[in-house]
């Protein structure tokens, strides 16, 4: 069966972009440990070098366990192409510099990853890039913020912290009456609860380290391009719709259609900037996307209990959670996530940073750790960690105020999770 015959997402995540080994029949994705592949003749390697033929050259830009991994994933966000990257912030880098040249800027949504908002600002300057930071609850705002130089939308389905949902349908209008792609950071969501290509997402960007491997193995990303963007529309991305000085004078949007973005995120990309994937880590998240569904479902539930139990509980004062009827994201939540709104909220205890330190020193289950989207059940008190350079107002102004907890709830029995914060929650009152 064809992946294009494959049409069930359960069906999909065990099969699509695999077959069993043409050479030995092996029926799991053999690990192709190798940097070469031998070319057949001269000729044979001068086709695969033109991007006349698609092949194995070197390991930096294709490999076959690698591969097998991007067309997995590419078949569960239904894109054209796709690309993986050594990690979910080499594939951001990725997928903005095909569209970005010194003195461009993109506009992003305020609600980011902690990591991707420093990438944002600090690395971006270093590149003579900028980002705009503007509230994607407000398309109008969004629009406001674009002008001539912007090269791109960025946002996150689901923002963690704050258990935000963005209305991608309205914010793809926009970017499709600027003539610019919307980016969508789908970490979060994973494809099983929100595919961003449907909702008009141009690229669609993963960490894969989170809920697509799912164990919290091995770090990985993954750019899925849609490839309905027209390039040539306009002479805003002359790296896919001019002559490409960096090889050899192709035009990628001409030469490529719907593949152009791919071909070039693989012969530029990973050629130049090689933030490439190896094929260990991406055996080890074949391996855990097999049963994505299953695990996205067992998070959903289960943080919708453990969601619900905190928010009545006495020493909570707010769960922020889009599955909760409380929220605010509660309706967007469903209509962009019909089967929920993934594994992580957020949590602001009545008791301020001590009462959170205790509470994160005597939960006995989750782990505190710096990740989310693994299997077993997590915590992080962020004005702590990650946060802990910033003022008290910039905590609380990025989402990670002195008394704010955050959760990313595994797939263990959620008796045992209730259990286990029952305790913690007594021991630090
Ligand atoms: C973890 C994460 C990233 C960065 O991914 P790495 O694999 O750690 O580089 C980006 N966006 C979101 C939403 C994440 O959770």
């Excluded at 080994?21 to 003749?41: C, E, L, M, N, W």
């Excluded at 900037?273 to 067992?298: C, D, F, V, W």
Aim: aromatic content about 8%; glycine content about 8%; some cysteine.
């Amino acid at each position: 069966m064809t992946d294009a015959q494959m049409n069930g997402f359960d069906t999909l995540q065990v099969h699509a972009g695999t077959e069993p080994d043409p050479a030995t029949g092996a029926r799991q994705v053999p690990i192709y440990q190798t940097t070469s592949y031998v070319f057949k003749d001269a000729d044979h390697a001068a086709r695969l070098f033109n991007l006349e033929e698609v092949g194995y050259i070197y390991s930096r830009l294709t490999n076959p366990t690698v591969g097998a991994l991007a067309n997995r994933i590419c078949a569960l966000e239904g894109g054209a192409g796709a690309v993986c990257t050594s990690s979910g912030h080499a594939a951001q880098i990725m997928a903005l510099y095909p569209l970005m040249e010194p003195g461009r800027n993109i506009v992003a949504s305020t609600r980011l990853y902690g990591g991707t908002y420093t990438q944002f600002t600090q690395v971006f300057k270093r590149f003579g890039w900028s980002c705009t930071f503007v509230d994607f609850d407000d398309p109008a705002a969004v629009e406001a913020a674009i002008d001539d130089d912007t090269r791109a939308l960025f946002c996150e389905a689901i923002a963690n912290p704050g258990g935000v949902v963005t209305d991608l349908d309205a914010i793809a209008k926009v970017a499709d009456k600027a003539g610019i792609p919307l980016v969508v950071d789908n970490t979060s969501a994973s494809p099983y609860l929100c595919r961003p290509i449907e909702h008009g997402a141009t690229l669609v960007v993963h960490s894969t380290t989170k809920y697509l491997t799912g164990n919290g193995t091995v770090t990985g990303g993954c750019i899925v391009d849609s490839g309905k963007f027209d390039w040539s529309a306009s002479d805003k991305f002359p790296s896919l719709s001019q002559p490409e000085p960096a090889y050899h004078g192709i035009t990628f949007h001409e030469a490529l259609g719907p593949m152009a973005f791919t071909f070039h995120s693989i012969a530029i990309g990973l050629r130049d900037l090689g933030m490439t994937m190896n094929p260990q880590a991406a055996h080890y998240t074949l391996m855990g996307i097999e049963t994505l569904s299953l695990r996205m479902a067992k998070h959903t539930e289960n943080a919708q209990k453990v969601a619900e139990w905190l928010e009545a509980h006495d020493a909570v004062e707010k769960v922020t959670y889009a599955g909760l009827k409380s929220s605010p994201y509660y309706e967007i939540g469903k209509k962009i996530c019909p089967r929920g709104t993934g594994g992580l909220f957020t949590v602001t205890l009545k008791g301020g940073y001590d009462t959170c330190v205790k509470l994160v020193n005597s939960l006995k289950l989750f782990s505190h750790v710096a990740n989310l989207g693994d299997t077993r059940s997590l915590v992080i008190h962020s004005a702590s960690t990650t946060h802990r350079q910033l003022t008290d107002e910039q905590r609380e102004a990025a989402g990670a105020g002195n008394n704010v907890v955050r959760f990313s709830i595994g797939i263990e029995d959620p008796d045992d999770i209730i259990a286990d914060l029952d305790q913690a929650l007594k021991a630090s009152a």
